[in-house]
């Protein structure tokens, strides 16, 4: 997705150096363009980021279900479908994953399409695999939609994590929707490809020894991190308390299976906090390239509290990292999420998770390293229950003019349903800093000055029971200052 950059993002950027102060360089998290889990190993890929080798517009005019057959070298899971897309191909897409005996293990219908190049899928819920089984993953094309093809392919897989046979990996099917591809033409290759990571491992120095399945303890609590002061949340005033250092380190998985358990005063590194218990607490935790997921498989568990601490990248980031929070049924508040492609997903309506509260958090996404197709939010909902904002900062930081989404994007037709937002301020984005289509109030809503492309809201009006927002500029201190120009409710929330 490119777009011209206007004089005022630049003049945004310079406004937005206020923030900047500790800052983290760019790095990747070890984790969704889409509801989607990343363990402790980096996130993989069949096929890579390049325009395929020999890839031409195929102009068949069949409906048509076309995928590559691959095998997992080690066990783990897929989080997103993706597929090459020709200039020319044109219509709605749906991806599948399917198993050996042809049953349909996950489908996805892709959003946003650009005209041309790689486009991605999140599932809403990963899909594991086991080392050593071949599966299909395939995207479904209408009739007279075109797609891409390689004849004669003859290539690997670009990751040691996921293999395909030399030339017969391409797989097709003119049946009718739901049935496994099979078939193979002239070794031709359609360029169906998935978002594959390992299963992390957990390794612990310090004072825990390693054991299976790690029990979080209370430790004893040090002096709580200071209240946020007056104003909106900044990079140095929100998060982790000063001087603060971890009593417990942790590198890959960490699993939360007692309910009301309190893990605290710990830095993980290149993995995942995954929670598989009610009423649990997170606090004061230093994520290092890293997330945290509520509800795997068919379960999203209640309650879960996640406050006074730090999200930050580790590595290089690509466009296809997870957020470093999701799904639902979650309060975030007083934290850092700085560096990363994607900040917070509100979802999870499958599993039924429950709302999603951010207060007193500093959220700064910012384009990932590696950009073909960047749709990144610092809020985002898809099948998300009532997201609540109190006094939250939402920046999006534009590099190499790489745009994502929005700061903010609750969109309409996307399974949401409600928004209660009192204290917001957002700033840079590819088309409009805040978006909503959801019903409920929106108040104090401030948009940094200069900050989009096409205007500062996109609100589907008829449904929002309040809207007060204005244009702000930011001062010394990162604090909105009003330009007094009011901001009128204007857009259809898409």
């Keep these: 997705m490119t777009f011209s950059r206007p004089r005022s993002i630049v003049a945004l950027i310079v406004a937005l150096s206020v923030f900047s102060t500790g800052a983290v360089a760019s790095a990747a998290i070890a984790a969704p363009s889409g509801p989607e889990l990343r363990p402790a190993a980096s996130a993989a890929t069949i096929w890579g980021n390049s325009k395929p080798t020999g890839v031409s517009l195929d102009k068949d005019t069949s409906a048509a279900e076309l995928g590559t057959r691959f095998t997992p070298s080690v066990s783990g899971q897929v989080t997103s479908i993706r597929f090459f897309k020709p200039a020319g191909a044109t219509g709605v897409h749906t991806g599948s994953i399917w198993a050996p005996d042809g049953t349909r293990m996950a489908n996805v219908t892709f959003r946003n399409e650009t005209a041309s190049g790689w486009q991605t899928a999140a599932l809403a819920k990963p899909v594991a695999l086991k080392s050593g089984t071949p599966y299909v993953v395939s995207y479904r094309v209408p009739a007279g939609g075109y797609y891409a093809s390689t004849e004669n392919f003859t290539g690997g897989s670009a990751s040691s ?83 603060w250092q971890p009593t417990q380190q942790v590198s890959g998985n960490y699993y939360v299976r007692q309910a009301g358990a309190v893990v605290q005063d710990l830095r993980i590194t290149d993995g995942t906090i995954i929670i598989e218990a009610a009423n649990v607490t997170l606090r004061r935790i230093d994520y290092v390239g890293s997330t945290v997921i509520n509800g795997m498989g068919s379960t999203c568990y209640p309650n879960l509290l996640i406050e006074d601490s730090d999200f930050t990248a580790n590595g290089r980031t690509s466009d296809t990292d997870n957020p470093v929070i999701q799904f639902g049924g979650y309060t975030a508040r007083n934290i850092v999420v700085d560096g990363v492609p994607e900040g917070l997903r509100v979802g999870g309506s499958d599993i039924n998770c429950g709302p999603v509260s951010v207060i007193d958090s500093f959220i700064r996404v910012k384009s990932p390293d590696a950009c073909t197709d960047w749709h990144g939010d610092g809020i985002q909902g898809y099948g998300g229950s009532k997201v609540t904002v109190r006094n939250t900062t939402l920046i999006m930081q534009v590099v190499n003019e790489c745009y994502g989404t929005s700061p903010f994007f609750y969109p309409k037709n996307q399974g949401n349903t409600e928004v209660d937002i009192d204290g917001l ?58 330009t007094g120009k009011a901001i009128d409710c204007t857009g259809q929330g898409n």
């Design 425 to 482: 301020l957002v700033g840079g984005s590819s088309g409009y800093p805040f978006r909503s289509g959801m019903p409920g109030p929106v108040k104090n809503l401030n948009v940094i000055d200069g900050s989009w492309v096409y205007g500062p809201v996109d609100v589907n009006c008829s449904v929002v029971t309040a809207f007060q927002a204005q244009v702000v500029k930011l001062d010394a201190a990162g604090q909105p200052v009003s």
């Design 161 to 243: 994590l996921v293999s395909v046979s030399q030339r017969n990996s391409g797989v097709y099917t003119y049946s009718a929707p739901g049935t496994q591809p099979r078939s193979q033409w002239r070794s031709s290759q359609y360029w169906a490809d998935v978002v594959f990571s390992a299963e992390g491992t957990r390794s612990f120095s310090g004072p825990l020894k390693p054991m299976p399945l790690p029990v979080p303890t209370v430790t004893p609590t040090p002096p709580s991190a200071p209240a946020p002061t007056k104003g909106f949340p900044t990079r140095d005033s929100a998060g982790l308390p000063n001087g």
